[in-house]
């Protein structure tokens, strides 16, 4: 054995990694190229999952409990709640036009893909600046009371307002009972 | 490039966030239901606020910048959730359906 136990250590952090990234990649593409919307939230929640990990692995570990908890504990639970509220049917388009779209799609979206990477590969970034701060959860908690105060308390008016609009649209139009 | 070094380098977390917003563009145009469209949409946001997370780790004076930012793509997404889920729910008492190509009517 000729490991020693730092390589061995980085080893298995660049493996846990390339496993969040995986995840990542893979739950999108299971989100979006699945047929049935079921399948499609699963992926979903899978590539939150992954996100959460690279979030870690971008020393925050607090933006990523917070990425476990509202975007898979709330926003795929509530697509779960509305995907049974509506029932939705598998699509009824006729083969070759599904095909051709789909193949348009794909070939619209690798380009896209295609040139944000080569973009990434060709720009020149300049040196990091010294960091000034570390980023730990007290001084997250105070550029949000502070330097982005207003922001923040413009964020909870819109998320205020959301919430009661959907109660408004979704009320309106139901029957009551006689 | 070397595959232990991956998760320190600004342009792996910059090609992740790429292909999630090509994912989610794939999907929005080949869904046919406000669901599938919903579901893309919130990749595209997960796209972005990977490369805001990213770039305020790496090149940022102030670490926190990011951080802040991917918190308040968080709010605007469950606010959009939200909004996108009460008008499914509208729409689907009024046509029975939310495949977007039965959506054609423009009645007051």
Known sequence: MSLTSASMHSGLEAAVFVGFAVA?????GIAV?????????C???????????????????????????VYVGAICI?????????????????RGRRLLLETVCLLVAGLLAAG????????????????????????????LLYRYGFAFEVISLVLLLASLGALVVARSGRRTKP | MNFLLWSGQLQVYLVIGALLFAAGFYGFFRHRTLVGMLISGELIMAGAALNFMAFGHFRAADVVAGQTFALFIMGIAAAEAAIVLSIMIAVYRNYRSIETKDLKDLEG
């Open chain 1, 33 to 41: 190229a699945s047929r049935r919307l079921v399948r499609s939230v």
């Open chain 1, 78 to 94: 509530t697509i779960m709640f509305a995907m049974m509220l509506t029932d939705p049917q598998d699509q009824r388009v006729s």
């Open chain 1, 24 to 28: 990542t990649l893979g739950g999108a």
């Open chain 1, 43 to 69: 992926g979903l929640a899978l590539s939150f999952l992954g996100l959460a990990g690279l979030y870690y692995y971008l020393q925050s570990p607090f933006l990523s409990l917070m990425q476990i908890l």
């Open chain 1, 116 to 143: 944000l990477i080569v973009v990434i590969g060709r720009a020149g970034w300049v040196a990091p600046a010294p960091a000034a701060h570390t980023g730990t959860i007290q001084e997250l908690g105070r550029a």
